[in-house]
């Protein structure tokens, strides 16, 4: 072991106090820090508008602020953009605005503070000394190489203030320990071509000792799929004549695929944020046996839960922001009722609503999340409002796949009687497909031109898509034909003649309808 990851290992040991702190008394917890944001914030415009001075429960903060969504911010977000450092929000000067996947809309340009950051940094800290104090030997991902998979962090500016991806500044606002261990660096974070970018990353993990895989989830599945499938002979060829020719000689199989874990005998973490990681740990198990998933939950907004013990599921963090939750069956109500952290149920599934020291309040996120357990309160299986599939970061919605299957018809000549898409994941590789389960009233389809139109109308309105298809983090659609109506067998089962049509699923018994082949 290091003087490094000693030294850290020391210094986890000794935050343990603080951690059992803020899981210990979250409600308390989360109460004052309700407080502290409505004091620092009260003379700004929003502040002044709804009386934050005079605030002093969370129930009349309840009353007296209404619920927001980025459309009802978005007047104070676009007085932002004119005077980042104009109180409007936040009594501290925007200082960059992050830029959102889009997967919800049109991609988002959302401001930032440094003392918003500051909250965003403790969560990951707090991960990371969470992790250690599991178990001594885990500091010892400090010693080697921590591959981070990034984005650009400045792609624009608005009115003087840089524009770019969470994935790249969080390395730039990283403490310098952090910083000089993730690689390879901003020149490799900034390139938007991804099959050359992951095959910069390929040549990296070969030269160095890889202990940790952080940043976007989907490019580092994505990155393990092809360095374990597709790259040991193009690495071979590249590397030819070095030292680590034979370093990947020595890992290679007979058909060409590499053995991952005698490559990176030292790899122990993957840090795994905004997918369920249920569906690849098989997979990942089997490849990488040394290495955990350590789940965080965050987004450009702010830090919200990290995962603080080896069991799967993240904890809510009580001291980054004050949390309201709306249960499932009241999310489409004009004007919802929220209810506190403390009135949870084990089991239940919530929309979350934020308020935090970037400037967001009583926000909502538009995130569904269950609570597994309440002691300490542990969330898990977290996705968009309403219905959405997210095997790979793709994030379709009903909305994605209604608009493709239409453009698929209208394309191919095709007349559509029933259809859903159902998500799926390879067993032998973790790969997430889409399987379109359909019945055509003409009976000569041709599968490839619908499901190629199918594709290149879901990449042009679904930009994550278009990504992790290009990239191999999902694989290829599928076409099958239906024996029987889903909706009629649906109305069969349960006797409801109001029975609707299931755009989107990740239930494969709707599969059982299919014939063998489309």
């Known amino acids: 072991m290091s003087i490094t990851s000693y030294l850290f290992r020391k210094i986890a040991a000794r935050r343990q106090r603080e951690i059992d702190h803020i899981l210990n008394n979250p409600v308390e917890v989360m109460d004052e820090k309700l407080k502290s944001i409505l004091k620092h914030h009260q003379d700004t415009v929003l502040?002044?508008?709804?009386?934050?001075?005079?605030?002093?429960?969370?129930d009349e903060y309840q009353e007296r602020v209404p619920l927001f969504d980025y459309y009802s911010l978005e007047p104070y977000i676009k007085q932002v953009y004119e005077n980042p450092g104009g109180r409007i929000l936040t009594a501290d000067p925007v200082f960059w605005y992050l830029q959102t996947s889009g997967s919800s809309g049109e991609p988002k340009k959302l401001p930032i503070t440094e003392r918003g950051y500051k909250d965003y940094g403790t969560g990951s800290t707090l991960l990371w000394m969470a992790y250690v104090n599991q178990n001594p030997e885990n500091a010892k991902v400090l010693d080697g190489t921590m591959l981070m998979f990034g984005a650009a962090a400045e792609m624009d500016r608005i009115n003087g203030v840089p524009l770019g991806y969470a994935s790249g500044v969080s390395p730039r606002m990283a403490n310098p320990l952090f910083k000089r261990l993730l690689k390879p660096g901003e020149d490799v974070f900034n390139i938007m071509d991804m099959d050359r970018k992951l095959k910069i990353y390929a040549e990296y993990a070969v030269r160095h000792d890889?202990?940790?895989?952080?940043?976007?989830?989907?490019?580092?599945?994505?990155?393990?799929?092809?360095?374990?499938?597709?790259?040991?002979l193009w690495l071979m060829d590249r590397l030819k004549g070095t030292m680590h020719e034979e370093k990947v000689r020595n890992v290679m199989n007979g058909d060409g695929t590499l053995e991952l874990?005698?490559?990176?005998?030292?790899?122990?973490?993957?840090i795994a944020g905004g997918i369920d990681t249920d569906l690849y740990c098989d997979w990942m198990k089997r490849t990488l046996p040394n290495m955990q998933f350590c789940e965080v939950y965050s987004s450009s907004e702010g830090w919200y839960a990290s995962q603080m013990f080896e069991e799967p599921g993240v904890q809510i963090l009580p001291n980054l922001n004050y949390l309201e939750f709306i249960p499932e069956v009241d999310t489409?109500?004009?004007?919802?009722?929220?209810?506190?952290?403390?009135?949870?149920?084990?089991?239940?599934?919530?929309?979350?609503?934020?308020?935090?020291?970037?400037?967001?309040?009583?926000?909502?996120?538009?995130?569904?999340?269950?609570?597994?357990?309440i002691d300490p309160y542990t969330i898990r299986h977290i996705g968009r409002k309403g219905k959405i599939s997210n095997l790979s970061g793709e994030k379709i919605s009903d909305s994605h796949v209604i608009k493709s299957i239409a453009a698929a018809c209208r394309k191919s000549g095709t007349e559509l009687v029933d259809y859903s898409v159902v998500g799926q994941v390879r067993k032998d590789t973790g790969q997430g497909y889409y399987t379109i389960a359909a019945m055509f009233r003409n009976d000569e389809i041709d599968a490839?031109?619908?499901?190629?139109?199918?594709?290149?109308?879901?990449?042009?309105?679904?930009?994550?898509?278009?990504?992790?298809?290009?990239?191999g983090g999902i694989g290829p659609t599928i076409l099958r034909k239906l024996r029987a109506s889903l909706v009629e067998e649906i109305i069969r089962a349960t006797g409801s003649i109001q029975a609707k049509p299931i755009p989107l699923t990740m239930d494969t018994s709707v599969l059982e309808l299919c014939e063998e082949t489309a």
Not at 213 to 226: D, K, N, P, Q, S
Not at 448 to 471: G, L, Q
């Open 448 to 471: 490839v031109d619908f499901v190629d139109a199918f594709e290149e109308h879901m990449k042009s309105i679904n930009e994550e898509f278009r990504v992790v298809r290009e990239m």
């Open 47 to 58: 502040g002044r508008r709804f009386g934050f001075d005079s605030i002093r429960t969370p």
């Open 261 to 270: 874990n005698e490559l990176w005998p030292n790899l122990k973490q993957l």
């Open 210 to 232: 890889i202990t940790a895989l952080i940043g976007i989830t989907t490019l580092c599945l994505a990155f393990v799929r092809r360095m374990q499938d597709e790259y040991g």
């Open 332 to 373: 489409d109500k004009e004007e919802p009722e929220t209810i506190p952290l403390s009135e949870v149920k084990k089991g239940c599934r919530y929309e979350m609503v934020l308020t935090n020291i970037g400037g967001y309040y009583r926000y909502r996120l538009g995130d569904m999340m269950t609570f597994t357990s």
